[in-house]
């Protein structure tokens, strides 16, 4: 009996003390610069709903009548990750869409400590939406929201928060929290899968996140009048390809797209296809916010952007 009970204190002891850091990432550096996106750009401090201190980058398109907002992964930041947010942006203003660039909590330079699965992150979604609106002077339904990753599933989840925000692309993102950190947990806890109940109860018990309520595809299913672009890779380890198919099968909005793009892992869609990527999401948001007001992005925009960053 003593043993049994001495396994049991080390296997909660063992799971509390993961579940405490690997919900905290390394800070990656912010790289490639703003000047590779933009000759231009303004760098932007704002609160997330809850006070959280957000840092960013803003790109102005003068008179556009639309903006983007780039939601990026864990354990990345505003510009740092396989997903190419810079190039995206870049791609984005240069078809006319002011883009805010910005660094979740517990990420680049915000503040906070750890990330949440998508149960925090939209209340810093929400923040990003309304700094962006504010500065290009638009409503809030017209900026556009593209998320991947833990991105894309906070941005379903911000969807929850709030439905009148504008259109949602997501790439790689998950169906279900509990279903990925089960599929995905052993990549980042190097533990046996058997640890991985002990470390969400742990998680759940003494850091207040129950990834139970994190279920992107009920947000899906709740919301048929609105549409959604789903981007999934065929070769994701880290997401798998299913989650882009319960996506997609949540909602029934016929407007609603599932883009499966082949021989691609976890947000490489964009690096290996992207003049599909471009397609695909230009045309999408372009349904959804209209395509009869060109905007000419300025000339150190267009430079940048044939620069390559």
């Given at each position: 009996m003593a043993i049994i009970a001495a396994a049991l204190v080390a296997y909660f002891a063992i799971s509390f003390r993961v579940a405490e850091t690997v919900t905290q990432v390394e800070r990656v550096p912010l790289d490639p610069p703003a000047s590779s996106i933009a000759a231009t750009h303004d760098d932007v401090t704002f609160n997330s709903r809850d006070g959280i201190v957000l840092k960013g980058w803003w790109f102005a398109v003068p008179r556009a009548d639309r903006a983007a907002v780039i939601?990026?992964?864990r354990g990345r930041n505003r510009v740092n990750s396989d997903f190419m947010p810079a190039a995206i942006a870049r791609l984005l203003l240069v078809h006319g869409y002011s883009v805010l660039l910005f660094d979740l909590r517990g990420h680049g330079e915000s503040g906070g400590t750890r990330y949440t699965l998508g149960i925090e992150e939209p209340r810093d979604i929400l923040a990003a939406i309304d700094l962006a609106a504010n500065r290009a002077d638009i409503e809030r339904a017209r900026v556009a929201v593209i998320g991947e990753s833990l991105?894309?599933?906070?941005?379903?989840?911000?969807?929850?928060?709030?439905?009148?925000i504008g259109p949602v692309v997501t790439d790689s993102a998950f169906a279900d929290g509990n279903t990925v950190v089960s599929e995905s947990a052993t990549k980042y806890t190097n533990l046996p899968s058997w640890f991985t109940p002990g470390i969400v109860l742990m998680a759940r018990l003494f850091l207040g996140l129950d990834i139970s309520k994190v279920t992107p595809s009920k947000v899906v299913a709740a919301h048929p009048e609105r549409p959604f672009l789903f981007i999934e890779c065929t070769d994701d380890t880290?997401?798998?390809?299913?989650?882009?198919?319960?996506?997609?099968?949540?909602?029934?909005?016929?407007?609603?797209?599932l883009w499966i793009v082949p021989g691609c892992e976890h947000v490489m869609a964009f690096a290996t296809h992207p003049d599909e990527w471009a397609q695909h999401?230009?045309?999408?948001?372009?349904?959804?916010?209209?395509?009869?007001k060109p905007v000419v992005a300025p000339a150190g925009i267009l430079a940048a952007s044939r620069r390559g960053g």
């Open positions: 939601v990026h992964g991105g894309g599933g906070s941005v379903l989840m911000t969807v929850q928060a709030d439905p009148t880290t997401v798998p390809l299913h989650h882009g198919f319960d996506l997609k099968a949540a909602s029934a909005n016929p407007g609603t797209e999401v230009l045309t999408f948001l372009g349904r959804e916010l209209g395509t009869d």
